[in-house]
C-alpha cells in the first residue's frame, strides 16, 4: 500500500461522525477519537484511517510525524464579513460607556462608518485587506469559511464586495463560500422606504446568480433593520431564484427570526441571543444550524449569551463562528470561539469540536465536502500543539495550531520552538 502522504503518529485523531445532515441533540455529545492512529492521503483525498502501527508497513512518497499532537478536520466557520474597508477603533469608548449598538446606529456609526470607508475604498484595496485576515484564519485552523458582503447597501458596492470573495477564491487553495448580504442595514436615505431599498437589492439577484458571486443569500431580520414580513419575502424571492438562504435572526430582540429560518428551511439561522422558547422548537424540528457567536456577545460587554445548552437538549444542530467583522467581533480567531463555547454557552469539549466542523459545513451547505475526515473526501486537517482534543478549548486566547492543511497541502506552519532571535544585550 502506498500514499502520497502519510500522517503517521498521531496521538489523538478527532472524527466527528459522517452525516448528510447536521449532528443534533445527543448526536453532538458523540466524538470518535482514534489514539495512536495515522492518515493515508493521495490525490488531496483521505484514503485511509487507521492505527498507527498497521501504517508502518505502508509506503509514502511523503511523511508527516505528527509527534504525538491531536490532528483535527480543517475547522470551519460558518459566518465571517471578511470583505470591508477601514475600521472602527474609534467606536470603542463608545462601548465603553454602555451605548447601545443601535444608538450608535443611529448617529451614523456602526455599519454606515464601515459602509462610507468600503464604498471608498477600490477593488484592490479591499482584496489586500481581506487577504491579511484570511491568513490569519488560517493560520489558527480554519480550511473552509463563508463570507458575507453588506457593506455596500447599493448595487455597485455590494457587486464590488462579491467580485472581491471569488478573487479570494481564485487565489487561496481553501474552500470559501459566499453570501450575498445586500440588506444588512436600512441606508439612511431609505429610512421609512425599506421596502423600496429592499426591491433594489432583488433586483441584484439575477447578475449575481449568472455571474456566480454568491451561492447564499442572507438578511438583517431585527429591530430597527427588517420585519419578518420583508424579511420572508426578501427570503422566498432568493429561494425562488435557486439561492441558499441564512438568516441573521433574534440578536437583540425575539422576532421570530428563528421560526423564519426554520419555516423556509434556510441553511443556517444565525446569533439567536433572543431566540423564542417557540424559536427553538420549531429549530429543532427542521435541519436550520443555529449558528451561535459567543464572540459578539463578548465583545459587545454583554452578559446574555444564546442558550446554547437548551438548543441542544432540545435537538437543535448547533455550529459555531467567530462573526468576524469591523464593529462586534473584531477577532480572526475561531479557537477563542471555542473557549467562549466552553466558559460561556457550557458547551462540552465534543460538543464544540463537531460545531466548528461538521455542523459548520452543514451551515454553509458543505456537509458533504468539508467537516469531516472520511474515506473520498477532501485531506483538510489541522496538527495541534495539544496532546488531547481537550486541551484546544481549555486553553484559551492563543493559537494551538502547529500546522495546517488543505487537500493534502501545507498552507501553514507554525515556526519551530526556539527559531526566535533574542537578544544578547541585557
Not at 180 to 201: Q, R, W
Not at 341 to 347: E, H, N, T, V
Amino acid at each position: 500500500m502506498k500514499y502520497d502522504l502519510l500522517v503517521h503518529n498521531i496521538g489523538q485523531l478527532i472524527l466527528p461522525k459522517s452525516s448528510s445532515q447536521p449532528l443534533k441533540g445527543q448526536e453532538m455529545k458523540q466524538l470518535d477519537i482514534i489514539e495512536n492512529a495515522a492518515l493515508g492521503i493521495t490525490d488531496g483525498k483521505v484514503t485511509w484511517v487507521g492505527p498507527d502501527e498497521e501504517a508502518a508497513s505502508f509506503g509514502s512518497s511523503e511523511r508527516i510525524d505528527a509527534n504525538g499532537k491531536v490532528v483535527s478536520p480543517g475547522l470551519v466557520d460558518p459566518h465571517t464579513h471578511l470583505v470591508f474597508g477601514g475600521s472602527r477603533e474609534h467606536e470603542h469608548s463608545l462601548k465603553q460607556a454602555g451605548v447601545p449598538y443601535l444608538e450608535i446606529l443611529a448617529q451614523g456609526g456602526g455599519i454606515l462608518s464601515t459602509v462610507t470607508s468600503t464604498k471608498k475604498a477600490s477593488e484592490e484595496e479591499l482584496f489586500d485587506k481581506a487577504s491579511f485576515h484570511l491568513e490569519r484564519m488560517i493560520s489558527h485552523g480554519v480550511t473552509t469559511l463563508e463570507v458575507k458582503s453588506g457593506y455596500g447597501l447599493d448595487a455597485e458596492t455590494e457587486l464590488k464586495q462579491l467580485r472581491v470573495v471569488k478573487k479570494l477564491k481564485e487565489k487561496y487553495p481553501i474552500s470559501i463560500v459566499s453570501t450575498f448580504l445586500g440588506a444588512h442595514a436600512v441606508p439612511p436615505a431609505y429610512k421609512g422606504k425599506e421596502n423600496e431599498f429592499l426591491k433594489e437589492m432583488t433586483e441584484l439577484l439575477d447578475e449575481i446568480r449568472d455571474a456566480e458571486l454568491a451561492e447564499f443569500v442572507d438578511i438583517f431580520c431585527e429591530t430597527g433593520v427588517f420585519t419578518i414580513d420583508q424579511s420572508r419575502q426578501f427570503l422566498q424571492d432568493a429561494k425562488d431564484k435557486g439561492f441558499g438562504l441564512k438568516i441573521h435572526a433574534d440578536e437583540i430582540d425575539p422576532l421570530g427570526g428563528a421560526e423564519l429560518a426554520a419555516s423556509l428551511n434556510a441553511a443556517s439561522a444565525d446569533h439567536l441571543v433572543a431566540a423564542s422558547d417557540e424559536g427553538i422548537e420549531q429549530l429543532s424540528r427542521s435541519d436550520t444550524v443555529a449558528v451561535l457567536l459567543p464572540g459578539t456577545t463578548f465583545y459587545l460587554g454583554k452578559d446574555h449569551y444564546a442558550r446554547a445548552r437548551k438548543m441542544i437538549d432540545e435537538g437543535t444542530a448547533v455550529a459555531l463562528a467567530t462573526d468576524f467583522n469591523p464593529g462586534s467581533c473584531v477577532t480572526e480567531n475561531l479557537q477563542m470561539i471555542m473557549s467562549l463555547a466552553a466558559l460561556k454557552l457550557k458547551m462540552s469539549a465534543e460538543e464544540i469540536w463537531n460545531a466548528v466542523t461538521v455542523n459548520a459545513a452543514h451551515a454553509i451547505g458543505k456537509g458533504m465536502d468539508a467537516g469531516t475526515l472520511e474515506i473520498g473526501k477532501a485531506a483538510n486537517f489541522v496538527v495541534w500543539d495539544a496532546t488531547n482534543y481537550k486541551y484546544i478549548p481549555y486553553h484559551f486566547g492563543v493559537n494551538h495550531a502547529h500546522s495546517v492543511y488543505h487537500s493534502g497541502n501545507k498552507l501553514w506552519e507554525r515556526k519551530p520552538y526556539g527559531e526566535i532571535q533574542l537578544s544578547s544585550a541585557r
